[in-house]
Each structure stands twice: as structure tokens, then as C-alpha cells.
């Protein structure tokens, strides 16, 4: 074997990379049966000493060697194209960035214009129900907001109390009486409880207009209230007649009439102590009845209802106020979430190209390596057909048996020195894109907090500022209008650096937050 056949062994390259096929020249010299075919040429002193070009087969060595080097080389241009298409797509990764910072601002500026609508027709609701309140009470010369009172809530539970109470004083003294015991005199006791309340409560209600300005009214009013007095204590005698007819005749229905026929006749003629004491339980619970019904509300008829619905109206202000502060602060939160986890994909993906960037670097070394590889492969397994068939040869070899073999020249691609620049510059942009994207969308989100009236500037809309200076407690339950603080604490971040320093426990409770401060 000749020194360079020696020599080829010694360099035969069976590596292999991802990229590159192996080069295994001892498969190769097998399958091609070099050795064999070139005793058998060169028994035969093929080729001719004086032929200049190449026979069969070295012909097959170079086309076989030259198939493994033309897949490792098309397999790097793929692997080569690839990475540069995956650079070119995230160099487009800005614009997808700033797509979404667009859509982020046009949906919160969309927002805020709908809220902005809505306020607008509460607030002049508000300052409709306002204007109705004020020319009441000019109109009727009144002063301030109506008197804070206990509440048709709580009235009725007294109502009951005293329906209750009462009845069981007259359970006792009918109980006396009656042929049924005290279980018919509870239930007789109970009606005339009921009744008697109830009209204490009505005929008071209806009194009220007797301080009204105008003289129908008053006069209406002073008419109910005289009638109201009359009818308590005309249901009152009756009770104790009917008690008095009741120990007297003993049957419910004959005691009714009896009862009925002394009162017009002889209305304060009592035939015990016991009747005057029922009359005078009577009067008492009405009187209280009386006063816990003139305490409901304002004691001017209207007043305390002209003032409810400006109450009304203050409230549902307040919780659309309420409700669009929370729409704009979640808004903010979702949209810039959605940016930061855009960008922080498009700078993984960056990210990931980068380090490959020194992969790419090795695979581009390599191919050199490999060409060489290609070009020594082949001459070693000329040198394996070379060196049989000359030794079997009669004759002097062919010249060219002499030399070795190369492969035309390649230049691999190199990796785009201005596109990683470019990319590492797209790395910067996008987090500064996102930066400037999040503080517009604070900015406008602030504006609009401060553009929204608060509940107090309403008020001065709607009752003047005289009328909102006489508001110094918040009125009773029916009436009551929630105020706000439009200028919540400002915890979020504002750039995408302090929401990647933001720790977890804070990021777990954001959502109980409130709008964020605008960083300049």
C-alpha cells in the first residue's frame, strides 16, 4: 500500500453532526468493492498507461462521496436559511408589539368615552331631580336639605310593637267581659288594636298638610288632622261601650248592637272603671302611633320625597362612578398584562436566536472541515482502487494515478452580522415600545379619572353650592347618597420593568387595587 493510501487512513473522518452526514470511507471502499475491481483492471492494465481522463470507477467514488457532500451542504443552506427567516420574523415582532399597544389604547379610550356618555345622562338626571328639589323648596320657602328621619322600616316595626302591646292590655280588660275568656278578648282586642293604630298612622300622614303653604292644602290638612282626632276617640268609646255592652248581654253580635245604640246616645256614659280604662289605653298607643308617624320623614309633605330622589340620583351617580373607575382599572391591568406577556414571548423568541447565534457560528466552522473532509474522503478511496489496481498491473500506471482529488470550491453562507444587530436593537424597541404604550394608557386613564366629576362637584351641579354647604351629616337610610373617593391609591406598575420587579404577592393582589400613577 502506497504512502498516500497509508496516509488517507489515518485521516478518514467517521464524525458526525446534525448537520453533515458521516463520511465512513471503509463502508465506502466496501461497497464499492475498490479493491477487488481494481486487481481485476489492473490484471488486465486497465486503464491504459497513456489514458488521461478517469475510468468507471473512480468516476463511482467521486459521484458517491460527491452525494454525501451535496446533502451536508444543502442540509446547512436549509439550516442557514431557516435561521435567517426565524431572524426576519422577529424583526417583525415590533410591529405585532405595536399592533397591540394600538389595540390596547383605542379599547380603553373606547371605554372611556362610553362611561363618559353614560355619566353625562346621569348627571343630568341628577341636575334635573336637583333643579325639581330647588324650586320646591324656594317655591315653598324652605331652608336646607328635609330633617333626617326614622324611616317607614322602622316605623312599621314600632307599629307593630305597639299593635302587639296594646292588644294584650285589651286582651285583659276585654278578657273580663267576654264569655270566650282571654282568648276572645285577645282577638276582639287585637281588630280594635289594629284599627286604631292604623288610623292614628293615616290621619297623621294626612295632618301634615295643615302646615303646608298653600291654603287648600293647609285647610285639607287641618280638615284630616280634626277628623283623624275625632275618628281615634269615636273607635276608642266604642271599644269600651262594646266592652261594657259585652259584661252586660254576654253575646258577641247583640253586645255589637248594644254597644253601638250607647255610644250615640249616651257617647261618655261608661258603666265601669275598667271601659274608661281600655278608652284611656286607647288614646295613649294613638298618640304614640301619632309621633312615630310624623317622625318617618320630614314633617313638610313632599320635602323628605323631592329629597329622595335627588338622593336617588346622587347614589346612582356614585355607583356608575364606582363602576367605571373599576372597568378603566381593570381595563388597564388586562391590556397591559397582555403587553408585557407579548413582549416578553417576542423577547424570548429573540432571546433564543441570540444564543443560537454562536450554534450557527459553529455549524458555518464546520463546513470547511467537512468540504476538506469530502475532498480528502475521496482521494483516499482513489488511492484504495489506485494502489490495487497498479499493483496487479503488467504495465506502467496511467499519471493521473498519481494525483489526488478535489472538489470544487464552496463558500458556506456567514451569519448576517447587521441582521443581529438589527435584532438586538428590535430586543431594546419592543421593551420600550411596551414602556410608552403602558404609560398613554395611564395617562389616559388618569385624565379620565380626573375629567369625571367627582360626587361632591355633582352635587354643586345639581343643588348649588349653598345647598351642598348645608349637607353636614349623611341623610337616614331611604335617603342616603354614597360619596366617593375618585382619587384611589396608585399601586400598579407603570413600565414593563417594575411589572417584571413586581413581587409575586404583590401580582396576587392586584386585582383589589386601584389605578395606577403615570410615571414621566
Not at 20 to 30: G, I, K, M, S, T
Not at 382 to 387: E, G, K, V, W
Amino acid at each position: 500500500m502506497s504512502f498516500l493510501s497509508k496516509r488517507m487512513r489515518a485521516d478518514r473522518l467517521t464524525e458526525s453532526t446534525e448537520i453533515f452526514p458521516p463520511l465512513d470511507v471503509e463502508a465506502l471502499a466496501r461497497d464499492l468493492r475498490l479493491k477487488a475491481r481494481g486487481e481485476e483492471r489492473g490484471a488486465r492494465n486497465l486503464p491504459g498507461r497513456d489514458d488521461r481522463g478517469r475510468d468507471s470507477v473512480e468516476h463511482e467514488v467521486i459521484d458517491a462521496v460527491g452525494r454525501l457532500r451535496s446533502l451536508g451542504i444543502a442540509q446547512y443552506e436549509t439550516h442557514m436559511r431557516v435561521y435567517g427567516d426565524r431572524l426576519r420574523n422577529a424583526q417583525a415582532g415590533r410591529v405585532e408589539i405595536e399592533q397591540a399597544a394600538g389595540g390596547a389604547e383605542v379599547k380603553l379610550k373606547r371605554l372611556i368615552k362610553e362611561h363618559e356618555a353614560h355619566l353625562a345622562s346621569v348627571r343630568d338626571e341628577a341636575k334635573k331631580t336637583g333643579a325639581s328639589f330647588q324650586t320646591f323648596a324656594k317655591k315653598n320657602r324652605l331652608d336646607g336639605i328635609p330633617q333626617d328621619g326614622s324611616g317607614w322600616t322602622k316605623f312599621v316595626a314600632v307599629a307593630v310593637v305597639l299593635v302587639v302591646l296594646e292588644s294584650m292590655g285589651n286582651a285583659l280588660l276585654f278578657g273580663e267581659a267576654s264569655h270566650q275568656g282571654l282568648l276572645g278578648g285577645f282577638f276582639i282586642a287585637g281588630m280594635v288594636s289594629l284599627l286604631n293604630v292604623g288610623t292614628a298612622t293615616a290621619f297623621t300622614r294626612l295632618a301634615r298638610y295643615s302646615i303646608h303653604r298653600n291654603v287648600a292644602k293647609k285647610l285639607f290638612g287641618v280638615i284630616a288632622g280634626s277628623a283623624g282626632l275625632a275618628l281615634v276617640a269615636l273607635i276608642n268609646l266604642g271599644a269600651a261601650h262594646f266592652r261594657d255592652a259585652t259584661e252586660r248581654v254576654g253575646e258577641i253580635t247583640a253586645s255589637a248592637q248594644a254597644g253601638l245604640t250607647s255610644l250615640l246616645t249616651a257617647p261618655f256614659d261608661l258603666d265601669s272603671l275598667q271601659s274608661w280604662g281600655l278608652f284611656g289605653l286607647g288614646l295613649m298607643f294613638a298618640v304614640v302611633a301619632a309621633a312615630k308617624a310624623i317622625a318617618i320623614d320630614d314633617a313638610y309633605p313632599g320635602f323628605a320625597t323631592k329629597w329622595q330622589a335627588v338622593a336617588g340620583a346622587r347614589k346612582r351617580y356614585a355607583d356608575d362612578l364606582s363602576s367605571a373607575f373599576e372597568d378603566i382599572e381593570e381595563t388597564v391591568r388586562q391590556s397591559i398584562e397582555g403587553l408585557v406577556e407579548e413582549s416578553d414571548k417576542a423577547r424570548r423568541r429573540i432571546d433564543a436566536l441570540l444564543d443560537g447565534s454562536g450554534n450557527q457560528a459553529s455549524v458555518t466552522a464546520q463546513l470547511p472541515s467537512f468540504l476538506g473532509a469530502c475532498d480528502r474522503a475521496a482521494s483516499h478511496l482513489l488511492a484504495i482502487y489506485r494502489d490495487a489496481n497498479r499493483a496487479a498491473r503488467s504495465e506502467a500506471a496511467p499519471e493521473g494515478f498519481g494525483e489526488p482529488y478535489a472538489f470544487p470550491t464552496h463558500t458556506g453562507t456567514p451569519i448576517d452580522a447587521d441582521a443581529m444587530r438589527e435584532i438586538r436593537a428590535e430586543r431594546d424597541a419592543i421593551r420600550q415600545i411596551v414602556d410608552d404604550a403602558t404609560r398613554r394608557i395611564h395617562m389616559a386613564a388618569e385624565q379620565a379619572v380626573e375629567k369625571y366629576p367627582t360626587v361632591e362637584e355633582m352635587e354643586r351641579e345639581a343643588l348649588g353650592a349653598t345647598a351642598v354647604a348645608s349637607i353636614v351629616a349623611p341623610p337616614s337610610d331611604h335617603m342616603s347618597a354614597v360619596r366617593l373617593d375618585p382619587r384611589p391609591p396608585r399601586i400598579v406598575p407603570s413600565t414593563v420593568s417594575e411589572f417584571e420587579s413586581e413581587p409575586a404577592s404583590t401580582s396576587a393582589g392586584r386585582h383589589t387595587s386601584s389605578l395606577p400613577a403615570v410615571r414621566g
